[in-house]
């Protein structure tokens, strides 16, 4: 009991002195193309930073065009993260915007990127791999210490703690999808951006419904897909949430209608928090083998989701409190 009260206090007066220095320090400001680059920058810089992002959570990134808004967050800002400006014109109209400012780009990344189908580079949802996003993370945290040197030690600690905390998660998501009996299960994908999130389950790829820009699969190959699936070859399709509606929702759901497959619906864009879009996206996957046959989009989940993400929640809360109070302890 002495213990956890003196945890409390510990905590009561680290963020007693947080409060102080926010309002002391000026922050580095950092806008990102998407919420989940904006959540990784946020890991890392933690108080010495104010981080914000371009397309609204949810928002397809081909679909979005800059407001006056987002040129000014550009503007204001000293750091720009990207996701890949060679790739999506949304990131190649705000680096014309962010001429003169210190940009990070695909190429910082370090990136390992997968082929499927007749896609030979996907940069779709790249990030969602973990060994990606700890590239991301890592590209960040040199960035800000070159800008912010006297707080460099703060950046690597705060980038081995995300490290730690994404090892622990995708342990944890795998062994939700190992449970539910699909360990290296056949999957098709109805979108070139869950692969990514595939390939982090360990699953392996039947097949795709999109080929390129508005190029889908052809007659011969979906009636490939319908044989491995009546075959018992292909445990599901993933879709991206808020694609139900498009080409390729379409034909995952008539593919669902006419073999019974069973559809999930993954988070590519928009996360608060990375290691818990993962877990999000787990609990989905591995939720398939108990859902109806129209799929997880008829399915509800939610308080699934909920109850995986409140107890990560509560463990990350937990290590800080434990960190903070050794912290106080070594000094």
């Not at 699936?229 to 498009?246: F, H, P, Y």
């Amino acid at each position: 009991m002495r213990t956890l009260l003196l945890i409390a206090v510990s905590f009561i007066l680290i963020a007693s002195s947080i409060s102080f220095t926010d309002a002391a320090t000026e922050k580095i400001r950092v806008v990102s193309t998407l919420q989940i680059f904006s959540s990784i920058v946020q890991k890392i810089g933690g108080m010495y930073v104010s981080s914000d992002y371009i397309v609204p959570a949810g928002t397809d990134i081909h679909d979005y065009s800059l407001t006056q808004n987002d040129i000014a967050k550009i503007k204001a800002s000293a750091l720009v993260v990207l996701a890949n400006s060679n790739f999506f014109s949304i990131d190649a109209h705000i680096r014309s915007v962010a001429q003169g400012k210190r940009v990070l780009d695909f190429d910082d990344y370090n990136a390992t990127i997968f082929s499927v189908g007749a896609i030979k580079e996907d940069y779709h949802g790249y990030w969602l791999y973990p060994k990606n996003a700890v590239g991301i993370a890592s590209a960040v945290a040199s960035a800000l210490s070159g800008m912010a040197p006297e707080y460099r030690s703060y950046f690597l600690s705060n980038l081995e703690s995300f490290e730690n905390e994404l090892n622990g998660t995708l342990t944890l998501a795998k062994n939700m999808v190992s449970r539910s009996g699909l360990d290296g299960a056949g999957v098709i994908l109805a979108v070139p951006g869950v692969l990514y999130v595939a390939k982090s389950m360990g699953f392996r790829i039947a097949g795709i419904l999109t080929e390129g820009p508005n190029q889908f699969v052809s007659p011969q190959e979906l009636a490939r897909m319908k044989d491995a699936i009546m075959a018992g070859k292909v445990a599901m399709v993933i879709n991206a949430q808020n694609l139900e509606a498009s080409r390729a929702g379409e034909i995952a759901l008539e593919l669902s209608r006419q073999t019974g497959v069973k559809i999930a619906y993954v988070d590519i864009f928009s996360a608060t928090n990375y290691t818990a879009v993962i877990l999000s996206n787990a609990a989905v996957l591995s939720s398939v083998p108990y859902v109806e046959r129209a799929g997880a989009g008829t399915c509800d989940i939610t308080p699934f989701i909920i109850v995986v993400t409140g107890l990560i929640a509560i463990a990350v809360f937990v290590s800080y409190l434990a960190y903070v109070y050794r912290r106080e302890l070594l000094k």
